[in-house]
């Protein structure tokens, strides 16, 4: 009898400081559902060096649906110097702080689209402008098995120079 195990993320994931203050200067400063790209080394596993702020993205007070196109020539541009998308990051209401249903079904889509990518970070972040001033950023991250099914986890955040 064969079996599968399950896939499990990397247990840490290296942030450098200016992606979180970057995050923190514009996630962090507008209402639920604005958010960006996470990009790390390629054949790297748990590491974030960049961050796009996806300011055409589509938003309501519940939604928010990455600009495709955007992405796109953000991810040729990393690609040139040898960097590929790893995450997607975005705010929600504090009394949501977990991916919702429209959020794995966009990062499902999303992983299917970028096949070389094992790991995908989805860190939920409750922005200053909703959470009394104070910035959050909760973890979550998906990888996949053999048929591209994503499981859930979460993964520790450590901040490093850079």
Not at 37 to 65: C, E, Q, R
Request: hydrophobic residues 35%.
């Amino acid at each position: 009898m064969h079996t599968r195990s399950t896939p499990t993320l990397s247990r840490n994931i290296h942030v450098a400081k200016s992606v979180v203050d970057a995050i923190s200067d514009t996630i962090g400063k507008y209402p639920a559902e604005t958010g960006g790209l996470l990009g790390g080394p390629i054949n790297t596993l748990g590491i974030i060096f960049h961050f796009y702020f996806d300011k055409t993205a589509g938003t309501s007070a519940t939604v928010f649906h990455p600009d495709i196109d955007a992405q796109d020539r953000v991810q040729n541009e990393w690609g040139q110097i040898g960097i590929i998308p790893v995450g997607i990051i975005h705010s929600h209401p504090v009394w949501f702080r977990q991916p919702s249903s429209e959020d794995i079904y966009i990062i499902k889509k999303w992983s299917s689209m970028n096949p070389r990518i094992q790991e995908l970070y989805t860190p939920i972040v409750l922005s200053q402008a909703d959470n009394r001033g104070k910035l959050q950023i909760d973890s979550y991250g998906f990888t996949k098995n053999g048929d591209y099914e994503l499981v859930m986890d979460t993964p520790n955040w450590i901040i490093i120079e850079g």
